[in-house]
Every structure is written in C-alpha cells, then in structure tokens.
C-alpha cells in the first residue's frame, strides 16, 4: 500500500516550517512515518503541519527534542553542526529521503531554472481532477489541492532542487525541464555547469519533457502570462506521458488558479490592485513585470523587491536592476540570507545602486525593513496601478500593510 511505504520509521525534520521541508514531513507522514520536527520560527506551512497533527517545537533547537530513535532529516539551510543533527545517530538530507520516495513510486519530476512549482502544481491539478489521486509535494501551498503536499496513490509528482545539487539524486519515470538559465552562484561557476547537471539528470530518466522545445499552449488559461502558457505546455507534455490525453487534459488545465506567492493576487484596495510573487531571478522579475502590465492594461506597476541570497545579489546586481527598471517604481528591502553569510559590501543596496545608474530620476528607495518598503510604495500608489511584492518568501508580509495603507 502506498500509505504504508515509511510506516515503522520515525522522523524529525530540521527546519521543519521551511516551504519544501513542510511539504516533505506532510508527505513522509501520509506514508505512513511517525513525523515531528522544529523551526526557529513559525512560517505561513505552519498551521499545514498543525492539521496534520505532527508534533512541532518552535524556538531553540535543543537535542532533547530529537525523539530517541529517530531519523534526522536536514535541509542544505541546515548545518550539520547543529545541535539537533549532531544529537542523532542517522541523519539524512531532505534530498536523500525525497529520492528515496520517488525511486518507490511511479513518479514525475520537475526540474530547471523557472517554472517548477507552478509547472509541478498544474501537472498534479490535473490527476487530482481527473480522478488519478496523485501524491505531490510542491514549494508551496495551492488552494486547489488543499495544501503543498499528499500522498495519494496514484502518481507522485515533485520538483527536483539544483540549488544544492540534490535533483541529482531523483531518478524519476517522467522528468521534465522546463527550461535552463544561470542561478546558484554559489553552486555553479558558469551556466554550462548547470547545462551540464540537467543534461547528466535527464539521461537517467524514462521519459523526459524538455519545454524549451516545446510552443506555449494556446488556449486561455485562468493565470496569466506567456511563461504559464509554456509552464502548462510542459504539463500537458507530461500528462500524455502517464496515459491522459491533451482532450482530457485541457479544459482541466484552464480551470488552474495558481499557487501561493506565484503573482498571487490578495486583494484590490483604493482601485489598486496587490499581487505577490516569488519570482528573484532577473529573469523572473522581468517576467512578472510584463505579466502585471499585461493584466493592468496601461496601468503603473510599483515595486517593492527584497532580494533572496547574498550570492545572487552580488553576481547579479547589475541584472537584477536591469529588470526592475521596467517598472514605474521600486522600493528595495535587505536581502533574505536564505541561510548564506552575509559578505562584506554586499545588501540590496547593490541594486539600488545599479537601478540609479541606470534610470536617473526613477522613484527609488533603499528601505531595508520591509514595513518602510511598503510605505514608500503605498504613498506613490493610484488608483488603476498595481503593486507587486516582488522577490524572497517573506516580502509576502509587506501586502497586509499595503492593503491597509492603501484603503
């Protein structure tokens, strides 16, 4: 039975309200595994785990709140000094229990630089609606499937991380690659190296989707934007390859509202319109830019930016400006470590730097604290603009405040 895969094994996750760490315990416990784990802070995945009834410790991590016997399971967020790592006697990295899930099942994997978690969440939309109760875990929670993970018994559907190199453990039945751009500095020195790992992974596949070189779908979807025309080209690719046709697949695939902090709309206050979006690369700002001026129909589009990692900032700073100068304003927060050391000389005031470079006299902040990004932004907002809180997970907290200032 698929439900009872891990039954007998206990785990405790390190790190545990983390977006793809929350979504693996969810799935490591619906198969059956005695699941808990700790987090310094609680997250919006928080009360998924709640429900579920997994035991959660928030605040310091201590080595008695490993339980005896239990598995220890570490994200590269993680150290492995950490007191709670080094107080078991078998420990393993998310990417290693992940494999270990995926190498059991009939499994479709997602991998490549944009484009994963929606493309994942559209290929899972489908089986779920079309009665093949599919398992998934997702980067983050979609309305529509109740949540960031499931273990049903049909096809396991995920995404693989380059990040850390880990979707090099992942031999799926299905893998599909949405596309391939240079991220990750601290893990890959040029772009050839990640065109490297994607073709090495690819050639151990059964089956492999590769959408670059596939045409964006032509029928309307209900989320806009030419890249979820192509994330849904990848999908459709896929669902033929485990038995459900383009007929069957379609009119489903249209009806995908999105998912969490993937340009997520929140609400419309004062005629101005406030998405979220997780999009950190300069590719994906630019994406989400064109994709709110899209949806606006000549209406500015305001930015507030908080960038994720250090490593990224100080490569790309230049690039990142690069693509925020398509908006009409931006307020940049501090960068979101994301676990990484902050070096010497390098915050987000690298990109406002570049962006005054080059758009002399663009309305522009260097606000570190997100509350004040917000402010500066909500101040310059009109009626028939939209606001994007654009970049790291938790720029997401700045759209209460902007609702609120902006009503």
């Known amino acids: 039975m698929p439900g009872a895969e891990l039954s007998g094994r206990r785990f405790w996750f390190v790190g545990i309200c983390g977006d793809g760490m929350s979504a693996l315990a969810l799935l490591a416990a619906g198969l059956g595994a005695e699941v808990g784990g700790s987090d310094l802070r609680p997250s919006r995945f928080t009360p998924l785990l709640e429900a579920a009834g997994l035991e959660i410790v928030v605040g ?84 529509q499937l109740d949540g960031n993970a499931r273990a049903g018994e049909g096809w396991l559907v995920t995404e693989g991380d380059e990040a850390d190199r880990s979707i090099e453990l992942l031999r799926p039945r299905v893998a599909v690659l949405t596309n391939v751009d240079f991220d990750h500095h601290s893990t890959f020195a040029s772009l050839a190296e990640v065109e490297q790992l994607f073709e090495a992974w690819v050639g151990q596949a059964d089956e492999v989707v590769l959408g670059d070189s596939l045409d964006p779908v032509e029928f309307e979807l209900a989320v806009p934007g030419e890249h979820n025309r192509r994330n849904a080209a990848s999908a459709l690719a896929a669902l033929e390859l485990v038995g459900v046709s383009r007929q069957e697949a379609e009119p489903v695939l249209a009806r995908y509202e999105g998912a969490g902090h993937r340009f997520e709309l929140h609400g419309v206050a004062g005629g101005v319109v406030v ?62 470590a994301a676990s990484e050391l902050r070096p010497a000389g390098v915050s987000g005031k690298l990109v406002v730097d570049a962006l005054a470079e080059l758009r002399p006299g663009m309305p522009l902040a260097w606000t570190p604290a997100l509350p004040d990004a917000a402010a500066f932004i909500a101040h310059r907002a009109r009626e028939g603009d939209i606001v994007l809180a654009q970049g790291a997970d938790d720029v997401a907290t700045t759209v209460p405040l902007l609702l609120e200032a902006l009503a």
């Open 60 to 143: 310091e991590q201590r080595a008695e709140n490993v339980p005896v016997g239990a598995e220890v399971v570490y994200s590269s967020a993680v150290p492995l000094d950490n007191v709670e790592v080094a107080a078991s006697e078998r420990f393993l990295h998310r990417g290693e229990l992940l494999a270990e899930i995926v190498a059991a099942r009939s499994s479709i994997v997602v991998g490549g630089t944009h484009g994963k978690t929606t493309t994942a969440a559209m290929i899972a939309f489908c089986l779920q609606e079309l009665g093949r109760d599919p398992a998934f875990v997702l980067g983050t929670e979609v309305p």
């Open 275 to 336: 998405v979220s979006d997780y999009g950190h690369h300069p590719t994906e700002i630019g994406v989400s830019i064109a994709t709110a001026r899209e949806r606006m129909n000549g209406g500015r589009v305001l930015v507030v930016f908080r960038p994720l990692r250090y490593s990224r900032t100080r490569h790309l700073a230049f690039d990142l400006a690069s693509a925020l100068i398509a908006a009409d304003a931006v307020a940049v927060a501090e960068v979101s």
